[in-house]
Structure formats: C-alpha cells, structure tokens
C-alpha cells in the first residue's frame, strides 16, 4: 500500500497499529525474529528504527523486515533513512524534525513510496499538513522511556488540537499502552504507535494481538 505525492493523504488509511520495532528494546532478538513475531500476531505496519547500529547493520535488517513485511501484506517503513528505505526496497520511510525534509526525501525514494513525519507542537503540525507528507505522527501523548530527550508530553488535549490542524493520517506516539490506547483513538488519532508497549512483554505476540483487538 503507498500513498505519494499525487495521493491525497486523507483518503490513505493507516492499520490501527502502528508497532515499531526498536532494536535497543528487543532483549537480544534480531529483527528479523522481532518481525516474525509482530506479522505472525497480524500487525500490518511496522517501522524500524535503529539509533546506534551501522548503516550496514540498519540496511540488512530493513532488508530483511522488508521480504517478511511484503509475503504478509503488511507495511513497512524504515526510520529516519530515506536511502536505506530505498535500497531494502521498503514501502517508506518515517523522518523526524532533524533528518531530511520530506521534499527532499522524495528525490531520494522510487515514485509512490510513503513518508511519514513526526511533530510534537501545533506549529510543526501545520507545517507538516502543507507538505507532502503521507501522514503525520504526534506526541508523546503521554510520558515514554523510548527515546533519550522527549519532548514536552502533549497529553489527550494535545492530540485533540493537532486532530483539528491536519486531515492527513495521525499516528499518536508516545507511553501508549493497553490501557490508555482507546483513548487515543478517542481523542482523533487514526492509528498508535507503540514501542515500549509491545517489547516490554512477556509474550510481545499475544501483546499485540490483544492491542489490535483494542484497536480495531
């Protein structure tokens, strides 16, 4: 599924689940296995996102998501790295406010392929509403561990606000969990991301069963 320029953005539809497979969380899995897992429980989107491998090492695991991703049907985007979403022949990429603006971004992707662009304040999301962007992403909704300097959480009220600036896709990011997940989707987000959530499982399969079930 891809959406592009020449698509309006608000006629895409994004899975309820955004699961994003962060490879500092996965307890010694490889990616690949991580993947297994997600697609074999049904999740249709994943992203990957690798802060501190190698170019190399963040290709082959795009790489081989992307060969699982596409057998099952499912989406699948690489974070922050137009080229190697190109190169593992991802569906997309996912890009933050310090990587590659989204036009630019497009030179660097094949025709057709998705980008999605994360915003954490009313200014960025409108912004990002008059780009190219696919879809937008929003938060942290809520307080998360997942990243090293969050910015300000946003809360319900947050979400709410940036539902009204934009009609392209919004994917709510940040300590969502089985029990605040509905509310998310309450508040205008199309879909939830979700790190923390997923990997700091037992069972991360059965996890994400039970969150596509919320969900959907």
């Known amino acids: 599924m891809t959406a592009g320029k020449g698509t309006p953005a608000f006629q895409f ?4 689940l955004y699961a994003i497979i962060e490879r500092a969380q996965l307890g010694g899995r490889e990616p690949a296995e991580a993947a297994r897992l997600l697609l074999g429980a049904g999740v249709r989107l994943i992203q990957y996102r690798d802060k501190q491998g190698s170019s190399l090492e963040m290709f082959e695991a795009s790489q081989a998501i992307a060969v699982q991703a596409h057998h099952q049907g499912a989406i699948f985007v690489v974070n922050d790295r137009a080229d190697i979403a190109r190169l593992a022949a991802a569906d997309g990429v996912h890009l933050g406010q310090e990587d590659l603006p989204v036009e630019r971004a497009r030179r660097v992707l094949e025709p057709g392929r998705l980008i999605g662009f994360s915003t954490h304040n009313p200014d960025q999301v409108i912004a990002a509403d008059a780009s190219t962007a696919d879809y937008l992403a929003f938060g942290p909704v809520f307080q998360t561990a997942s990243k090293d300097r969050p910015d300000p959480v946003a809360g319900l009220e947050g979400l709410k606000e940036a539902r009204t600036l934009t009609r392209k896709p919004l994917v709510a990011i940040g300590g969502i969990t089985l029990q605040n997940a509905s509310a998310v989707i309450e508040a205008g987000a ?19 069963k039970e969150l596509i079930r919320i969900l959907e």
């Open 13 to 16: 539809r994004l899975p309820r």
């Open 190 to 208: 199309d879909s939830v991301a979700v790190i923390g959530g997923l990997w700091s499982a037992v069972d991360v399969a059965e996890r994400a």
